[in-house]
């Protein structure tokens, strides 16, 4: 693959990630709102504010990489139930989880550890919302 092809694959995954970072903070926001147990309150706020900090530091890598911030459209939400938010923000977490990993694999030195940072980040992220996931349905069980 010449250096331009792999610039503009490069630059297509982090256009996918940093649609992916902006979403989840608009599904965190939402479920924040909705949720009455605080800890799961604290839990989104974080994630929300890291989030943030994560859509940031991707921008400025497209900026560094191509010139230019990337221009996006917000992806509005449609769900309604906590439910269908936290199985959205979980499906969300692991695209991105995805992505991150495929971008690991074609970067080096700074921008290699922050890749991984955000790989970690969204694990975490992942198997957090799962457990809400699985209160929440057990709660509807009952």
Known sequence: MDK??????LLDVLQKIIESACFANNLYQ???DK???EKWKRQLQLFLEYGQKQYQSFQY??????????EH???????DSINDLLEAALFNEVKKTNRYSELFTKLTGTQKHVMMQALKHSLQCAATLAEMVEKV???QIH
């Open 4 to 9: 331009q092809k792999g610039e503009e694959v």
């Open 30 to 32: 939402s479920l924040s």
């Open 35 to 37: 949720v009455d147990d």
């Open 61 to 70: 890598l497209h900026f560094l990489i191509n010139g230019a911030y990337y």
């Open 73 to 79: 459209k917000s992806r509005s939400i449609v769900h």
């Open 137 to 139: 349905n057990l709660k």
